[in-house]
């Protein structure tokens, strides 16, 4: 089974960008769509973006297109989050998650594997 691990969290101010990654354990990673969610403080865990196992093509919540964008390299087996422009509305924990589709990586019942969460606090 696929184990996941994220990193790169902290506490930035409004503005700021960070890099979150996300580290698989198996050379197996490379056929998984990869998806990111986060789960604000009292809210469900929402949709972020996902990106496809090979070529690469992404989507993105409306929330943060044009300001996170998702790579991944799986020569090192990681996925990684890029956020840009952060606003206070995205504190929250950030999680990775593997899936085998990329039509339905927005739903998160299609996620078998997932890695622990990284907390993001964007101060104003």
């Known amino acids: 089974q696929l184990q996941l691990g994220e990193s790169g969290g902290g506490l930035v101010q409004a503005g700021d960008s960070l890099r979150l990654s996300c580290a698989a354990s198996a050379r197996t990673f490379r056929g998984y769509v990869m998806g990111w969610f986060r789960r604000a403080p009292g809210k469900e865990r929402e949709f972020v973006g996902a990106?496809?196992?090979?070529?690469?093509?992404?989507k993105y919540a409306d929330s943060v297109k044009g300001r996170f964008t998702i790579s991944r390299d799986n020569a090192k087996n990681t996925v990684y989050l890029q956020m840009t422009s952060l606003k206070t509305e995205d504190t929250a924990v950030y999680y990775c998650g593997a899936t085998t589709t990329f039509r339905n990586s927005e739903r998160d019942y299609e996620y078998n594997n997932w890695g622990q969460g990284t907390p993001v606090t964007v101060s104003s």
């Open positions: 990106i496809t196992a090979v070529s690469g093509s992404t």
